[in-house]
């Protein structure tokens, strides 16, 4: 934050609720051109860092949004989840003149539908696994009985991270196929259903900072994307996340430059949609060369919880400079240390919720130096209790991945609450295992 004494500085408007909104929080409110960081809706980790004040406005609630905008004046809007991008937050804040971090409904609808991300990613010679998608459940398990492999069973739209099922036999396709269609699963965001060739191999998030015209690849991180140690159980939002990927090395990172990022920006922009904000590509890195798996049209959550601690330059200059075509005039640097978060998830996550508990030991792990970054958490009296989902991240930064990995796993046995549940492999599986 810039010193009272100091030029005022910027007041950035956040939206969103959650451990990565909050790690964008806690980055903001260290760079010295901000003044003021306002939160919709927050949690109560936003809420405790300086200078930042909770507001009381849904991350959908697209009117209130730019009512707030307006009224505060604020200098940048940043957009943390996918839900308001695809519903045009960015393309009603420029017709108030506002600034913001993320893409239009437009380009962002390379998120909100699976399959037209696909056929994107395929008109464009982009390295991506076949796919075909279908909204009758008889014509797609009539397909279905065709593959030799059973496929994986995605549903088209937004999904919190859960509309994904990597079947392991045809019958589990057949279920999730039929649930989507069928049972209304996931509501409309299952209205089609993909159903995709599945890839073996290491998976990494692959984020870059674009300004419509020019790209910053980062540092590759690793999530945990499946509920259970060694990889089993259903596909979460994310349990875990550690940086930078030992996997991906520069030579690597600049093939998927190469090969996906440049293509993708440059298409998105002869179509009119030039891609402002955080591109993510989940990368499958297969025996065929590197394929995408998906692209996301925001930063990861929890990968921002091991990003951006290790970000050295200021987060605020590179998001304008990303909201105003300027990331060429930007130096960005990386800290040479390593991060690892750990979620902690309420009990039964991600199937259904659980009544608020409270939890106990936030300020001994902060203590024993990780960043505890809030989710699914609430005040009840004055004390922190679980909200539901995933609930806390718990992050520490060392000089390398297996220091950070014994820390955050240190962090998280500090903290309790009835029912918490957590991976105790999160970036304990080596680079050699996962490949
Ligand atoms: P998505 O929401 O599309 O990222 O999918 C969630 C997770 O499902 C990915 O991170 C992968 O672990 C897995 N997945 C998605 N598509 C495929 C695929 N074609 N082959 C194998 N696994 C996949
Ligand atoms: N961690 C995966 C995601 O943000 O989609």
Not at 319 to 339: E, N, Q, Y
């Amino acid at each position: 934050m810039s010193e009272a004494t100091d030029m005022p500085g910027a007041k950035v408007l956040v939206v969103g609720g959650g451990g990565r909104e909050h790690a964008i929080v806690w980055a903001l409110a260290k760079s010295p051109s901000v003044t003021e960081v306002l939160v919709a809706p927050g949690n109560p980790g936003t809420a405790s860092e300086p200078g930042c004040r909770n507001m009381a406005i849904g991350a959908t609630d697209i009117t209130s949004l730019i009512d707030l905008a307006v009224a505060e004046s604020v200098d940048l809007v940043v957009v943390g989840p996918e839900d308001p991008l695809v519903l045009g937050l960015v393309d009603r804040l420029a017709e108030h003149g506002i600034a913001a971090f993320g893409p239009s409904a437009a380009a962002a609808q390379l998120e909100g539908s699976k399959s037209h991300c696909k056929d994107f990613l395929l008109r464009n010679d982009i390295p991506t696994g076949r796919a075909q998608s279908f909204t009758d459940s008889v014509i797609a398990l009539e397909y279905l009985a065709d593959l030799a492999a059973p496929p994986v069973v995605k549903a088209d739209g937004l999904a919190a991270g859960k509309g994904v099922i990597v079947a392991e036999t045809h019958e589990e396709a057949a279920i999730a196929i039929r649930e989507i269609l069928d049972e209304g699963r996931f509501g409309e965001a299952g209205a089609e259903v993909l159903l995709e060739e599945r890839l073996h191999g290491p998976e990494v998030s692959i984020l870059a900072f674009c300004d419509g015209r020019s790209f910053h690849i980062m540092p590759a991180a690793q999530d945990h994307k499946r509920l259970l140690v060694g990889d089993e159980g259903p596909n979460t939002g994310g349990m875990g996340a550690f940086f930078p990927s030992p996997i991906a090395d520069a030579e690597l990172l600049a093939g998927i430059g190469r090969t996906v990022l440049a293509p993708s920006l440059a298409a998105l922009a002869a179509e009119g949609r030039p891609y402002r904000g955080v591109l993510y590509a989940g990368m499958m890195l297969t025996a065929d060369g590197p394929k995408v798996i998906e692209y996301n049209c925001r930063f990861g959550d929890p990968e921002t919880e091991v990003v951006l601690p290790l970000l050295e330059s200021d987060l605020y200059e590179i998001l304008v400079a990303c909201a105003d075509g300027s990331l060429d005039d930007v130096d960005i640097h990386w800290s040479a240390d390593a991060a690892v978060t750990i979620v902690m998830a309420s009990g039964g996550y991600p199937v259904s919720s659980s009544e608020p508990v409270p939890i106990s030991g936030i300020g001994s792990a902060a203590a024993a130096d990780c960043t505890v970054f809030h989710a699914g958490t609430a005040t009840d009296d004055g004390a922190i209790v679980t909200a539901g989902g995933r609930v806390l991240t718990v992050t520490a930064v060392r000089p390398t991945l297996t220091e950070a990995a014994t820390a955050a796993h240190d962090g998280v046995a500090l903290i309790s609450f009835d029912g918490a549940q957590h991976r105790a492999d999160i970036a304990r599986a080596t680079a050699e295992v996962r490949v």
